[in-house]
């Protein structure tokens, strides 16, 4: 197997000190807009900002909206379902004292 | 190649209604779906189930597959009938990435493809997003630190083939940063097909455990040994932090499990987190003879019950 060594990397800590508009976020998930907007009105992620033109999205619902998209595709749920999984997941992190 | 046997990885017989497979199907996905699972290798028997119920959902895709019969066993070397690849009509599988699925399926029904949620505009597709955990002592989220990844990941060969290679990264670790936290690598993940952009990397950062220090977000906890005396008495004692040791001074009668907070001495960050050192009494043994006249002392002289309060 080939190896190969790159030079240092920084990437970006996705918590609630980084943002992204709509555009930025569909393209850090990979999704098409449409998908994002569904999601965003089924409760899977919020959010701040009243309209599509001014939402704001924190670090934090990249790993969300990502997370949902693979249990929908995967586990045959529906955005809802995904949604609860999601919350119990991050409950189930908290307790574990993340 | 491998034959592989999906009924086998299903848990299901030949004659297996849809139903019966899409029931299979769903109990193994919530089972070892790495997103939810707690087992170990989940990754990988997650996409093993997932490739066989891709095959076995699709009637078609069944169909072809059930012509080389029940006579194949996991695991024997197979290659398909000459002719076969001149079949059309299979598309591979959708909402995939490359090198999501084994050589067996890639042969047989063509090679997955994005679509589905992922970005596909004509012939463009963005690669696989990767993700992986990175394993750091504490002291490194606190300090700031560089640290070696390696991983495996696809690439594109010489010929434009997706394959498995082994890459090695350097990684900035970022001051402050908190367990369960990600990392996102931007167009560090898989290689794009036909000009498309490649993915990215995700790096979930857990902490290694610690001798003495216990992460819960940016709070640091320690549990720190002291006499009877120290906590009665209220004296001045060395506290270990991430920083360097700072004394503390404990209130007079404090008891064993009391905790108190040494604020800001957590992991930077803005508010930077809290150090909680919660106070174990350690009743040093009677062996040293001095040691020994004391503790009778104290019996004699000080007839204290500690257990009044549950009632004997």
Known sequence: ?98 | MKFKDYYEVLGVDRNASQDDIKRAYRRLARKYHPDVSKEPDAEARFKEVREAYEVLKDPEKRAAYDQFGENWKAGQDFEPPPGWQARPGFTGAEGFAAGDFSDFFETLFGGARGGGFTFRTGGRMRGEDVSATIRIPIEDAYHGATRTVTLEMPELDAAGRPVRRRRTLNVKIPKGITAGRRIRLERQGGPGFGGGPPGDLYLTVEFEPHPVYRAQGSDIWVELPVTPWEVALGRKVKVPTLAGTVDLKIPPGSGSGKTLRLRGRGLPGTPPGDQYVELKVVVPPATDAGLRELYEKLEREHDVNPRAKLGV
């Open chain 1, 1 to 98: 197997m080939n190896e190969r060594i790159q030079d240092e990397l920084s990437g970006v800590v996705l918590d609630e000190r980084v943002t992204f508009t709509l555009s930025e976020f569909c393209l850090a998930c990979g999704v098409q807009r449409e998908l994002v907007i569904e999601m965003v009105e089924e409760g899977v992620i919020e959010p701040a900002g009243r309209d599509e033109s001014g939402w704001i999205f924190y670090g934090a619902s990249v790993v969300r909206a990502r997370t949902a998209l693979r249990l929908v595709r995967d586990l045959e749920v529906n955005w809802p379902g995904a949604a609860l999984a999601l919350d119990l997941l991050e409950e189930l992190g908290r307790l574990h004292g993340r």
